[in-house]
């Protein structure tokens, strides 16, 4: 069973960048989509960013030019690059995985905190 394991959270001044790192172990999907969500308190889950294993990329609205998704399939890794971030970009981030076209709610890793002050 895939698990998943964020990391690269943490507490940043307005305009800083970070960079989050979501690992997988154990067996992946041959097709597959990963993506990124946060919630940041008081709001539903929102989703960031998403990657097939074929490498193809979404967006939201809200991260669209500031935000990176990319994967290392050597190392089962998928990574979120933020830049120009803002202090409502302050929230808990996680990442998923789940089999392409599945619509149920896959895997989660545990979470990874990010900050942003002003």
């Known amino acids: 069973q895939v698990q998943l394991v964020e990391s690269g959270g943490g507490l940043v001044q307005a305009g800083g960048s970070l960079r989050l790192s979501c690992a997988a172990s154990?067996?992946?999907?041959?097709?597959?989509?990963m993506g990124w969500y946060r919630r940041a308190p008081g709001k539903q889950r929102e989703l960031l960013a998403t990657i097939t294993n074929r490498g193809s990329t979404n967006y939201a609205d809200s991260v669209k030019g500031r935000f990176t998704i990319s994967r290392d399939n050597a190392k089962k890794t998928v990574y979120l690059q933020m830049n120009s971030l803002k202090p409502e970009d302050t929230a808990f981030y996680y990442c998923?995985?789940?089999?392409?076209?599945?619509?149920?709610?896959?895997?989660w890793g545990q979470g990874t905190q990010v900050t942003v002050s002003s």
């Open positions: 154990g067996s992946i999907f041959r097709s597959y989509v």
């Open positions: 998923n995985i789940k089999p392409l076209g599945f619509p149920g709610e896959g895997v």
